[in-house]
């Protein structure tokens, strides 16, 4: 495990950032792919450069 020189506590504390972490990734990812679905359905062109 790359973290154990921290003391037990603070690898606790570093587990639950990485795991918020990867939950906001899926959030901000999920509004991504939501809003790209809302601009094709819009008719959008994604072959354009906006």
Do not use: S
């Not at 495990?1 to 587990?15: C, E, S, W």
């Not at 790209?36 to 819009?42: K, N, P």
């Amino acid at each position: 495990m790359r973290d154990t020189a921290y003391p037990a506590p603070t690898r606790v504390l570093i587990a639950q950032a990485e795991e918020l972490l990867r939950q906001l990734k899926a959030e901000v990812n999920a509004q991504r792919v939501a809003a790209m679905a809302e601009f094709g359905l819009q008719g959008g062109d994604f072959t354009k450069q906006l």
